[in-house]
């Protein structure tokens, strides 16, 4: 069976890597995946004795010619090749041919996760540099595709950190490497890391040894346009669109038009974008590029409805809801949040308005949740876990240093006064060192559940958790607008300090969670980070004691004429996703469903009362007394079962009902 390499080939290789024509040896890397090869379990001598390079070049040259009907086949004969090979002392091409056939069963399953230890006891078997990055770049790839991002990302910066000292020509894969792994920092918005790394590419690495130029100076025109660095993303993406234009590539050249159109709308020159719109308009169509067609349309709209030219915006703003619907993209949470909000705009300016809501609506809810998925605790773990590294290193380094005064000094001086005084000096660094333990401790776990707190400064990393069952409590103060023109800045900022201090002081009497306040909004979550049966019943408990604090204070300022708040408390029950986000002033924070419904329990409540849901109501109604509220019209929700709680049962709560 004929697929890519002869050992003429190899001896090649080996020859000029050993004369030292560089040029040749480098060409001959270039050109290798176009010649072909016998694959056997018998390894020719030439690719087995080879340098690195060649033997990537061979194994990836296999992989490149293998059709869909085949891969089975070959998968097989890699696994029996890299067999015989490590069996007869090949150890670098047995494990590069049985990470070749990996990779080919893996790229071709949907149970990806099965890899992962077959790939890693790879990885145990050498020492390495270029082979151990091999495969750690691959672990990367399989935790990323497994939603495992925090393991992916320490398996790309351990590959990062082995292959960058490396020339292009000794590790081929490295500019595709370091192009994949800046590719996670775009995905989470580190926009300023992706770019230093992407850059070191093109810096680095000779043009000719980067495939794919065209995308990879597209991407870094992105990641510029994204800071609003819009002179370097224009350098960039013209840099993209000259290859494009001498290769003749018409799809990249669509795709760079629309990219730089994106420029211009963002600085206004609405013109300018347009022309250049329509333009990737033609191209996209031409070429069957649906998604950027059905993008570029909605953005067109934009401009038009900038223009004032409400007909037109609605005109292209059909075209490409239709191509979203028909291509399904409308299950795309960042299709939804990035342009479904200009929809919703068009819509209502053309006078359907109930259409345009529920597009905004969604569109917002969306957003929403991609800002605080892309603020999720891997990249933090990550860099986290390089912090606490480092910080566990500088404390090792100062009690190494302690021992070594301890022994020159015993060994110099010995006398006993000197002795005592040095062992003085090694008291204080030694309280020293565990004070700044304990501050790091504290300031974790003042900022962080203390489950997680432990997990992190375990593990360094802190996974996100799905939480099957967990309630969920919102309050918001009445008229709070209207309330600050009441009072000065300083008055206010102190009783909302008052009342979200007792509010804190009620949550930990019942054990719930904090998670945040947002302006004059609490909230807070039982049951987990750490699940509890009665998470429903405390966090109503809690809801109500809140509503007779807030209560309580309303009739003592109005006594005295002074200015109150007043609050409505909603609380709604299910799953929940639950993690760290954000790489600066990091919080734990949840996401899901059950939370914008628990935010809609609060919106669709009323003053001085605990609103519940239907499913909340279940779990609680043999200890309180709830009030039927019937189906209730929930902001982008639709029809909602409510009640509201009166009080435990056998027991009022004076002032919440």
């Known amino acids: ?8 080939w190899g001896l090649l290789h080996i020859f000029a890597f050993m004369r030292g024509a560089k040029w040749l040896y480098n060409l001959l890397i270039m050109l290798g995946s176009a010649v072909p090869v016998q694959l056997g379990a018998q390894t020719p001598n030439s690719i087995v004795d080879a340098p690195f390079p060649v033997q990537i070049k061979y194994t990836d040259s296999i992989m490149d010619s293998v059709k869909d009907n085949q891969w089975q086949g070959i998968k097989k004969e890699l696994a029996d090749a890299g067999a015989v090979n490590l069996k007869n002392g090949h150890k670098r091409m047995g494990i590069l041919l049985q990470l070749a056939g990996l990779k080919l069963e893996c790229n071709r399953s949907k149970e990806k996760e099965a890899f992962i230890p077959q790939v890693a006891g790879l990885l145990s078997q050498t020492d390495e540099v270029p082979v151990r990055a091999e495969i750690l770049q691959f672990l990367g790839n399989i935790c990323w595709d497994c939603k495992q991002q925090s393991q992916s990302l320490l398996h790309y910066m351990h590959a990062y950190d082995l292959y960058l000292p490396l020339r292009a020509q000794d590790f081929p894969h490295k500019s595709e490497a370091m192009y994949d792994y800046a590719g996670k920092y775009y995905y989470f918005r580190d926009f300023k890391t992706a770019i230093g790394i992407m850059r070191q590419v093109h810096s680095s690495i000779d043009a000719a040894l980067i495939p794919n130029r065209i995308s990879k100076l597209n991407t870094l025109g992105l990641c510029y346009h994204s800071i609003a660095n819009y002179d370097s993303a224009e350098v960039y993406f013209n ?71 409400k007909e037109l915006a609605l005109e292209y703003a059909k075209k490409g809801q239709a191509i979203i619907w028909d291509k399904k993209m409308n299950d795309k949470p960042e299709v939804v949040s990035r342009f479904y909000i200009i929809l919703g705009k068009v819509y209502t300016a053309n006078g359907m ?237 949840i996401w899901g469903d059950t939370v914008n419904t628990a935010s809609r329990m609060e919106s669709s409540g009323e003053v001085g009362k605990v609103n519940i849901s239907e499913t909340t109501y279940q779990l609680v109604k043999d200890h309180f007394d709830c009030v039927p509220r019937g189906k209730i019209e929930a902001k982008g929700k639709g029809q909602i079962e409510m009640y509201f709680v009166a009080n435990k049962k056998s027991q009022i709560l004076v002032g919440c009902f």
């Open 1 to 8: 069976m004929w697929y890519r390499v002869f050992g003429l």
């Open 353 to 589: 308005a109930e259409r345009g809501f529920v597009f905004l609506d969604s569109g917002r809810v969306a957003k929403d949740s991609v800002d605080a998925r892309r603020n999720l605790l891997f990249l933090t773990g990550i860099q986290r876990k390089v912090e606490l590294a480092k910080h566990n290193a500088a404390l090792l380094n100062s009690e190494q240093e302690i021992t070594k005064q301890r022994q020159i000094s015993a060994g110099i001086f010995g006398g006993l006064l000197l002795a005592c005084v040095f062992a003085w000096v090694v008291f204080r660094q030694k309280k020293r060192i565990n004070k700044e333990k304990n501050r790091s401790d504290e300031l974790l776990l003042n900022i962080l559940p203390a489950e997680v707190a432990l997990e992190l400064k375990n593990k360094g990393v802190a996974e996100t958790k799905d939480f099957k069952n967990a309630s969920i409590l919102f309050t918001d103060f009445k008229d709070f607008t209207s309330s600050t023109v009441k009072m000065s800045s300083a008055q206010l900022v102190q009783e909302l300090d008052h009342c979200f201090k007792k509010f804190d002081e009620i949550t930990t009497k019942y054990h719930i969670e904090k998670i945040k306040t947002i302006g004059d909004s609490y909230m807070c979550a039982s049951g987990l980070p750490v699940e509890k049966e009665s998470h429903a019943l405390d966090i109503v408990n809690a809801g109500l004691e809140m509503c007779a604090f807030i209560e309580a204070e309303k009739q003592r300022k109005s006594a005295i004429n002074e200015v109150y708040f007043e609050v409505r408390i909603g609380i709604h029950t299910g799953p929940v996703v639950a993690g760290i986000v954000g790489v600066k002033k990091f919080a734990y924070d």
């Open 239 to 309: 840099q993209a669109m000259l290859l494009a234009e001498a290769g003749k590539v018409a799809v990249w050249e669509g795709i760079i038009t629309g990219n730089i159109a994106n420029i211009y709308f963002d600085k206004k020159m609405y013109d300018a974008s347009l022309k250049l719109m329509l333009k990737n308009i033609e191209l996209s169509e031409k070429h069957k590029l649906m998604g950027d067609l059905a993008l570029t349309y909605i953005r067109v709209a934009e401009i038009y409805l900038i223009q004032h030219k």
